[in-house]
């Protein structure tokens, strides 16, 4: 079956749907070997196929498309492990001094992310939620805006003010 990648940057469903065909179960099992977990297997297909369709137009037409779609999926497995916490867990052994390592950054991490939640929580009630709603529950500006009847321009505002506050306050601090 030769698959046209010119057609599918062109938008050809047809070809898409023939490419999906020959590739989900490919995929499935390809990811399913990483993870061993059958929902982000079917999930990191899916999200593979999405992501190829947005960006069909930048598939290389001189690149074997078999190349392409596996290199999408390995990108989106890992995004996906990243987001489950997993990755690290499951894919590196580190040693005792690296462990040690992790730990003493991991405690300092905590140290600094409460100092940071600290800082949000000192922010004016209207920019701490602004503040929240983008970068904690990454909606954009506009979907903040229709959430509290604001304009777009006033939530970037309150975002811009927000991070100089609290990039003055965190220089202060270290």
Same mark, same amino acid.
Request: hydrophobic fraction near 40%.
């Given at each position: 079956?030769?698959?046209?990648? &010119?057609?599918?940057?062109? =938008?050809?469903?047809?070809?898409?749907?023939?490419?999906?065909?020959?590739?989900?179960?490919?995929?499935?099992?390809?990811?399913?070997?990483?993870?061993?977990?059958?929902?982000?297997?079917?999930?990191?297909? &899916?999200?593979?196929?999405?992501?190829?369709?947005?960006?069909?137009? &930048?598939?290389?037409?001189?690149?074997?498309?078999?190349?392409?779609?596996?290199?999408?999926?390995?990108?989106?497995?890992?995004?996906?492990?990243?987001?489950? =916490?997993?990755?690290?867990?499951?894919?590196?052994?580190?040693?005792?001094?690296?462990?040690?390592?992790?730990?003493?950054?991991?405690?300092?991490?905590?140290?600094?992310?409460?100092?940071?939640?600290?800082?949000?929580?000192?922010?004016?009630?209207?920019?701490?939620?602004?503040?929240?709603?983008?970068?904690?529950?990454?909606?954009?500006?506009?979907?903040?805006?229709?959430?509290?009847?604001?304009?777009?321009?006033?939530?970037?505002?309150?975002? =811009?003010?927000?991070?100089?506050?609290?990039?003055?306050?965190?220089?202060?601090?270290?």
């Amino acid at each position: 079956m030769e698959i046209s990648i &010119q057609e599918i940057r062109d =938008g050809n469903n047809k070809t898409f749907d023939k490419v999906y065909a020959l590739y989900h179960t490919k995929l499935y099992f390809y990811v399913l070997k990483y993870t061993q977990s059958a929902y982000l297997s079917e999930e990191a297909v &899916q999200l593979t196929f999405i992501r190829m369709w947005e960006r069909r137009q &930048q598939l290389s037409t001189e690149v074997e498309l078999s190349r392409q779609i596996f290199r999408i999926a390995q990108s989106t497995m890992i995004d996906l492990l990243r987001k489950e =916490g997993s990755y690290t867990k499951q894919h590196i052994a580190p040693t005792e001094a690296a462990q040690s390592v992790f730990i003493e950054m991991d405690t300092v991490h905590k140290d600094e992310l409460r100092r940071l939640q600290t800082l949000v929580e000192d922010l004016s009630p209207a920019r701490k939620m602004i503040f929240k709603l983008s970068r904690f529950e990454e909606l954009s500006h506009k979907e903040i805006a229709q959430q509290l009847s604001i304009s777009p321009k006033t939530v970037e505002n309150h975002i =811009g003010r927000a991070l100089r506050q609290l990039k003055d306050k965190l220089l202060l601090l270290f």
